[in-house]
Nanobody
Framework: QEQLVESGGGLVQPGGSLRLSCRTS????????VAWFRQAPGKERQGLSC????????TYVDSGKGRFTISRDNAKNTVFLQINSLRPEDIAVYYC?????????????????WGQGTQVTVSS
């Protein structure tokens, strides 16, 4: 039973942009810390960015600073990740886990709820 559903991935040319969405009908996301992680083929899962209930956000990866923007729309119960200037090294499955505490974490083990992910592919 999926509790979080990621969408918005796809095939994009280098330099393009995507907005990933994270939705759920089972959790009230305004009460959760929500993060974005990704896992590239053959690599470990990587924490990218996180947003707290009061919209305080953190970007964990240097390659994402200035390119990744996390935001939430409480009315739509949705969290977004805007990714600009996409690069081939951004190719991965992207996940948006959530946890009911008030502190962000870049460790996947800290998150209780996960979705199935959305694939991002960057290619010309």
């Amino acid at each position: 039973q999926e509790q979080l559903v990621e969408s918005g991935g796809g095939l994009v040319q280098p330099g393009g942009s995507l907005r990933l969405s994270c939705r759920t009908s089972e959790l009230n996301l305004r009460s959760y810390v929500v993060a974005w992680f990704r896992q590239a083929p053959g690599k470990e899962r990587q924490g990218l960015s996180c947003i707290t209930q009061d919209d305080s956000s953190t970007t964990y990866v240097d390659s994402g600073k200035g390119r990744f923007t996390i935001s939430r729309d409480n009315a739509k119960n949705t969290v977004f990740l805007q990714i600009n200037s996409l690069r081939p090294e951004d190719i991965a499955v992207y996940y948006c886990p959530a946890k009911p505490s008030y502190v962000c974490s870049s460790s996947g083990g800290a998150y209780s709820y996960w979705g199935q992910g959305t694939q991002v592919t960057v290619s010309s």
